[in-house]
């Protein structure tokens, strides 16, 4: 074979060679290739922190309550943000809380007062009140007793009164000659304290389970006080 034929089959298998080897990925060069990927995000050191935002109270006056009385409308609830590097961002916002404040003036009545029980002349003998209490329920006499639980005043004693003029759920301080001083709800009336009420009088009378209470007669008196306390529920 002559030497020019040779050479041109070394030139033909050189590139078959390079191109086999670009084929299957294999570099021969000599020199290494390098791939730089730029990282666009800088590394931040970040600290989170939460804060707690405060509610607020609103405060609503209201005429018709006794001074001295308040009564939470709605609870109030506590928010939330987060701070990341100096930014907040609040992720609950707070509720407010809302109460009702009474402005008006305590009003003292001067008047009778009358004891009965459930077994009174004229009365039932099952002890069940006039006035529904404050989640509809009825209170009774023989099975309940002669007091009342009041969620705020707490446990005081029962009145029958002139409900135009003193409604359900009326609570009143009473400063008795002989039983002292306490606080009472009204949940009950009668036509004597109807008709007392209609001449301008202020009759009201006071609850026992039974007629045969000892107490009974020493509830009687012309001269007892009522500071009103609350004016219904």
Known sequence: ?????????????????????????????????????????????SKAE????????????????????????KEGVNGIAYIINDEKEVVKEPINKKIEVGTKENEIFTGRMTGYGADCAGCSGIGNLSCPTKNGSRHSLLKNGKTYNDSKYGEVRILAAALDKFPCGT???????????????????????????????????????TQKDSSVH????????????????
């Open 1 to 45: 074979m002559n030497v020019y034929l040779m050479g041109l089959l070394s030139k033909w298998a050189s590139i078959i060679t390079l191109a086999l080897a670009s084929l299957f990925g294999f570099n021969s060069g000599s020199e290494n290739q390098s791939i730089t990927v730029e990282n666009i995000n800088k590394t931040k050191n």
């Open 50 to 73: 939460t804060e707690v935002i405060p509610y607020k109270v609103e405060t609503i006056y209201n005429d018709e309550l006794v001074k001295g009385t308040e009564n939470v409308l």
């Open 171 to 209: 609570i009143v301080k009473v400063m008795h000659p002989n039983l002292g001083e306490f606080n009472a709800i009204v949940l009950d009336t009668g036509s004597a304290m109807k008709s007392a009420w209609s001449r301008g009088e202020v009759l009201m009378d006071l609850a026992f389970v």
């Open 218 to 233: 020493l509830s009687t008196t012309n001269n007892a006080k009522y500071e009103i306390q609350r004016w219904g529920w």
